[in-house]
């Protein structure tokens, strides 16, 4: 039986065996490594995935060997791409006849998807920039305005300090 920490263990780490698994977040990081993985199993499998397959409508024992082939290489990567996907993911691509189609579909769901995500993240950081820079500008306004009311006490106080200074008669030297 195996305990629980070989079992999170395995989970944590990566596979040789076992696809990067697709939950519908992040599509880029694993666009990535599904390409890896896929390549590192057969670089054909990628291939087919790459220039896609055609199924010819033929009964089996009349495909050519060739045709045969390449048949086994779009189910083998069809199946792959399939053990990296959660059900929910899945259920998106179960209808494609193809790896490529497969493959084209996540892609133009997913990465649209993560764009645009992006596209509101930058455009809330750049909100954020814009009102830390209008706090910034809000702040020394209101320091320079500090300064104003400062520079009218310091007056006041030396205009105050002189009128004194006359009406006693006695001189402060500097």
Not at 11 to 35: N, V
Not at 121 to 142: G, P, Q, R, T, V
Not at 145 to 161: A, G, T
Request: proline share 2%.
């Amino acid at each position: 039986m195996a305990s629980y920490s070989s079992f999170v263990s395995f989970i944590e780490g990566r596979s040789i065996t076992c696809p990067p698994l697709f939950k519908g977040d992040p599509y880029f990081q694993w666009c990535h490594q599904m390409k890896f993985f896929i390549k590192s199993l057969n670089f054909n499998l990628w291939e087919i995935i790459e220039d896609g397959y055609v199924e010819v409508p033929k009964k089996k024992k009349n495909m050519s060997v060739k045709d045969m082939g390449k048949a086994k290489l779009n189910a083998q990567a069809m199946y792959t791409l399939l053990c990296g996907l959660n059900d929910d993911v899945s259920k998106n691509v179960s209808s494609c006849k193809s790896a490529k189609e497969m493959w084209e579909k996540l892609e133009k769901l997913y990465k649209k998807e993560e764009m645009k995500c992006a596209k509101v993240d930058n455009k809330l950081a750049h909100e954020e920039l814009k009102l830390s820079f209008n706090s910034l500008i809000s702040f020394l306004y209101s320091f320079d305005e500090l300064q104003d009311v400062y520079d009218e006490l310091v007056l006041k106080f030396e205009n105050h300090f002189l009128e004194k200074q006359e009406e006693s008669g006695f001189k402060f030297e500097n």
